[in-house]
């Protein structure tokens, strides 16, 4: 047997929960997995997976050598991975797992120019809201939107992660105006149904303050889904606290107003909310993760072009790539930065 392929096999097969698996992530059969797994106990004399159930379960043998065989695997992949990245070119495949709103609107139009500049890269995007497993789904690098929780993994910021609220122009016709937080009680506000309580948090501006208002707020309709509440306030159901890069377009061809200007609007308080490149850690990353991030971070701009009046996608630099001249904003419209979007 070879030792290491087995090791390998043994290893992918307890992340990703079954044989099978591992075999179609290796490009072998099931019974090759099987046999890298038995010669491995007759090789240690003992048992590394409970056979009396369908699902795999570690013996005691099995999590103290997996503990050490994953280490052992890492580490020839970062070596092999040091030694090639060195002179080589990025390719290959690239898994990239993204959120399916933020994905459609600001990285799928990316990637022609992206696969266009490296065309030894191969793309697998996968549009998805839930928080996936990196290391158990093998894929390379995640977009996540929001405050990273406490992980293994390395985060890398790509640009920030602002609200705003906002309302169609028919809806505040005859309505009071909202002059600060509080006038919000008296408003149709459109609920995210995912946050903690119905409360929504004011950071002011000028003068700036560091503890966040708490405004109770009510509407009759709520959505687990922003791209929803996105269509609800077009509709002028009411009052939305949504994320820019959401909201910039519809902002920019006056189909929402922005409140509120002078507050920094939160759905939850706590630690820094950014956009994030976040991938597995290893002593070398890999060219084609590196290329990927840096890629897309140029995209985005410093403001995000979402933030900027009159700028649209494609008018984000990217080095390496020239833009159309007629994508290249040259008025002072397309200078301005979106209310309450100006870096702090």
């Known amino acids: ?196 309580k119905q409360v929504w948090y004011f950071l002011a501006h000028d003068p700036p303050t560091t503890e966040p208002l708490e405004v109770p707020v009510r509407g009759r309709l709520r959505a687990n889904d922003s791209e929803a509440l996105l269509d609800a306030v077009l509709a002028s159901l009411g009052i939305a606290l949504l994320p820019t890069w959401l909201t910039g377009e519809a902002i920019m061809a006056g189909r929402l107003t922005p409140l509120l200007p002078d507050w920094e609007a939160l759905i939850a308080p706590g630690p820094q909310r950014a956009i994030w490149g976040v991938y597995p850690p290893k002593k070398v990353v890999s060219p084609k993760v590196r290329t990927f991030l840096s890629f897309i971070e140029a995209r985005f701009g410093k403001p995000p072009y979402w933030d900027h009046a009159g700028n649209p996608p494609e008018a984000a630099a990217t080095p390496g790539l020239s833009r159309p001249a007629s994508t290249v904003a040259t008025t002072e419209a397309a200078k301005q930065v979106l209310p309450g979007c100006a870096p702090r």
Request: net charge neutral.
């Open 1 to 196: 047997m070879d030792y290491f392929a087995g090791m390998r096999a043994f290893v992918r097969a307890v992340e990703l929960g079954s044989f099978s698996r591992a075999a179609a992530e290796e490009g072998v059969k099931v019974s090759t997995v099987s046999r890298y797994v038995t010669a491995l106990e007759a090789d240690l004399g003992a048992a590394l997976f409970n056979r009396s159930t369908r699902r795999l379960h570690l013996t005691e043998v099995g999590t103290t050598f997996y503990d050490r065989a994953v280490r052992i695997v890492a580490e020839v992949a970062d070596a092999r991975l040091a030694a090639t990245s060195l002179n080589v070119r990025p390719q290959g495949l690239l898994r990239i797992n993204i959120p399916g709103a933020f994905g459609r609107r600001h990285v799928v139009p990316h990637l022609r120019d992206f696969l266009a500049a490296y065309p030894d890269i191969q793309v697998d995007a996968t549009l998805t809201d839930e928080t996936v497993n990196l290391i158990a789904s093998g894929a390379d690098v995640a977009v996540r939107i929001g405050a990273l929780a406490d992980s293994t993994l390395v985060a890398r910021r790509l640009a920030p992660q602002r609200r705003l609220l906002v309302a169609a122009p028919a809806y505040l016709a005859d309505r009071r105006p909202v002059a600060v937080p509080s006038d919000l009680e008296d408003h149709d506000c459109l609920l995210f149904a995912l946050q903690p």
